[in-house]
């Protein structure tokens, strides 16, 4: 029988590091100027080697300082709410003017009498100064207008906002105070 062969792994050996074969070729002198022409038509020309653009000294200052980084930076706030500003709207009391039925706020009037005219109603209201005012329908006050004036009451159309500031609308009836005499 023939003798067991065994297989031993055999080990490369290690490659060596490739370097780069660099061959400058230096041109001779030629002899003649025919010659010149010649060997200058055989090689052209190889483009000078480009020098690294070292940043000056202060462009190197700058990089290395985070805080002008920081100063680059450029934040947009376009589209975005306040973060310090409470997005619940704070309820502002008063007309804010002092004179005129459009300075009437529906809160601070109060209805003192009715009189019938040929034009329609026309209603006595007093704000809280105690000023009187004469008002008829559709008549602009600061948060409304007159709806309609009854023989005893008024009613308005008043304009508010919620407290996350979305816009509302309800019907405010004021009775008269004083009774009749």
């Not at 020309?45 to 300082?65: L, R, V």
């Not at 502002?92 to 706020?105: A, H, M, N």
């Amino acid at each position: 029988m023939p003798p067991a062969v065994k297989a031993v792994p055999v080990k490369a050996a290690p490659a060596a590091p490739a370097k780069p074969a660099v061959a400058a070729i230096k041109p001779s002198a030629p002899a003649t100027p025919a010659a010149k022409d010649k060997t200058a038509a055989a090689k052209p020309a190889a483009p000078a080697p480009k020098a690294e653009s070292k940043p000056a000294a202060g462009e190197a200052a700058k990089a290395d300082k985070p805080e002008e980084k920081e100063k680059e930076r450029k934040y947009s706030m376009t589209g975005k709410r306040d973060p310090f500003i409470s997005p619940v709207v704070s309820r502002q009391s008063g007309s804010g003017c002092s004179t005129g039925k459009k300075c009437l706020d529906i809160e601070q009037i109060s209805l003192h009498g009715v009189v019938k005219s040929d034009n329609g109603m026309i209603a006595v209201v007093t704000n809280g100064l105690n000023k009187a005012y004469f008002l008829r329908e559709n008549d602009p006050v600061f948060n409304g207008y007159v709806l309609k004036i009854t023989v005893d009451s008024i009613v308005f159309k008043q304009n508010f906002q919620d407290r996350l500031g979305k816009p509302f609308t309800k019907d405010v009836v004021k009775r008269i105070t004083t009774p009749a005499v």
